[in-house]
């Protein structure tokens, strides 16, 4: 059997499928190929069990000859857009599989606050799309693979994480500033944890990342902006605890079952995207400002906070914040 896998975005999103793969490969026997964007193309490599990958950079004509000819038994669409429908028209007949959204009750919770989401994990609904190739939940999380050259050692980049209790990997980014914590709070919760940190970001993070650096002292590494993503991926993988956004990287964390610290702002957990950590023996905590009635504003983000207040992040408090994250130290040294 050969099956076609449709998800074009984006980082975190992407690591979430990789169950699917891992399914589709090992309890179906399938030949699994992956139709993504080409920007995202390289992060696909990393799930183990993907024979061949597709890219596109806007349009599905550019590979509709190379896919008519795969003669695919299945399609699995993980995306359900225009885009992704697009694909099953062009492989018309072909047995199409596709999950959830559920997108109109992400919409009530969002704009009318009722809450009529289901408790299930994107990942399991993911899988549910799969159910009808035999694939079910095996229970052993997220796959990502980190290529050789990507590869750091942390300790001899930065002398001075050394520390008998490691260190924290900070993922400092978010697509949208509604996501992320000020820079002030994030240098509050650096000040008050007593082991080195490491900051993770983007080129977008850089000017924060510095100034962090200078503020804090020398116990902060600033990352942001001088690493690929597969190296900040292997940054994490050396991480005593990983403290993140609701971020690709957050996904990356719990694909590699490190202890997770997540701090969320205008988004949810009830939107189905915490870390997906199987293993209850890996801790992971969720840091939120509860019953704020303006909560969700959106179930992506902004670029500032629709009612100018930004609670959800503003009232994050930073000891608790930083608490948690060495009570997740302490758990994982135990």
């Known amino acids: 059997m050969k099956v076609l896998v449709v998800r074009f975005s984006s980082i ?5 499928t990789s169950p699917v793969v891992r399914g589709l490969s090992e309890q179906v026997g399938a030949e699994v190929h992956y139709l993504t964007k080409t920007r995202f193309a390289e992060l696909v490599t990393s799930i183990p069990f993907i024979s061949k990958v597709h890219a596109i950079s806007r349009s599905v004509s550019e590979v509709s000859d190379e896919l008519r000819a795969e003669r695919y038994d299945a399609i699995i669409d993980l995306h359900v857009n225009l885009r992704s429908l697009q694909v099953r ?14 997108n109109v009750r992400k919409w009530v919770l969002t704009n009318l606050k009722i809450d009529v989401l289901p408790r299930v994990h994107i990942v399991d609904r993911y899988l549910a799309a799969a159910e009808g190739l035999g694939v079910y939940s095996d229970g052993k999380g997220l796959d990502f693979r980190i290529p050789q050259e990507a590869q750091l050692n942390v300790q001899q980049k930065w002398p001075e994480l050394s520390d008998s209790r490691g260190f924290v990997a900070f993922s400092i980014g978010a697509t949208h500033a509604t996501k992320r914590l000020p820079t002030e709070k994030i240098e509050a919760v650096c000040r008050m944890l007593p082991v080195p940190v490491v900051l993770l970001g983007g ?30 991926a292997s940054v994490i993988d050396q991480a005593s605890v990983v403290l993140t956004h609701d971020t690709g990287l957050m996904h ?9 610290v997540s701090v969320w702002g205008n988004t949810v957990p009830a939107f189905g995207m915490t870390p997906y950590l199987p293993d209850d023996n890996i801790p992971s905590a969720i840091m939120e400002v509860a019953g704020l009635s303006c909560r969700p504003c959106s179930k992506i983000g902004h670029a500032r906070c629709p009612r100018g207040h930004f ?22 040294e135990n």
């Open 12 to 16: 975190g999103d992407i690591v979430l």
């Open 89 to 102: 028209w062009l492989l018309f007949g072909v047995r199409t599989y596709a999950f959830h959204k559920l």
């Open 311 to 332: 609670r959800c992040m503003r009232e994050q408090d930073e000891s608790i914040i930083a608490s948690t994250v060495m009570q997740c130290l302490g758990q994982t």
């Open 252 to 260: 990356i964390a719990a694909a590699l079952k490190k202890p997770i």
């Open 203 to 232: 080129d977008d993070m850089a000017e924060s990342g510095q100034q962090l650096e200078r503020t804090v002292g020398s116990r902060v590494v600033n990352a942001c902006g001088r690493l690929s993503l597969f190296q900040s």
